[in-house]
């Protein structure tokens, strides 16, 4: 069994930063790409970065330049780092880790249960 737990969440003004961490728990598994999601109320869930084993990063337009992924392979855990937050980054945003299942031998995907940041104008 796989566990996604994310932490950092938190309230902000407009032009601070915040960090989101993301753990995945499992024993026999290799943890492929690992993304961040967000969610609005009313709204659907949209990809705001990803990052590949590799360090092959992917950016939404509207984070692309303020945000920033990474992920240290060793502890299974990713990293948003928030810069420049606006109003319109308020979101619950959640965490998505690929992961390959070595005695299972299949790929699957596990959500985190989301963490509420809220930026203020």
């Known amino acids: 069994q796989v566990q996604v737990v994310e932490s950092g969440g938190g309230l902000v003004q407009a032009g601070g930063s915040l960090r989101l961490s993301c753990a995945a728990y499992?024993?026999?598994?290799?943890?492929?790409?690992m993304y961040w999601y967000r969610q609005t109320p009313g709204k659907q869930r949209e990809s705001a970065a990803s990052?590949?084993?590799?360090?092959?990063?992917n950016y939404a337009d509207s984070v692309n330049g303020r945000f920033t992924i990474s992920r240290d392979n060793a502890k299974n855990t990713v990293y948003l780092q928030m810069n420049s937050l606006k109003p319109e980054d308020t979101a619950v945003y959640y965490c998505?880790?690929?992961?390959?299942?070595?005695?299972?031998?299949?790929?699957?995907?596990?959500w985190g249960q989301g963490t509420q940041v809220t930026v203020s104008s």
């Open positions: 499992g024993s026999g598994i290799s943890i492929n790409t």
């Open positions: 998505k880790v690929e992961y390959y299942s070595r005695s299972s031998n299949y790929v699957a995907a596990r």
């Open positions: 990052i590949t084993t590799g360090g092959s990063t």
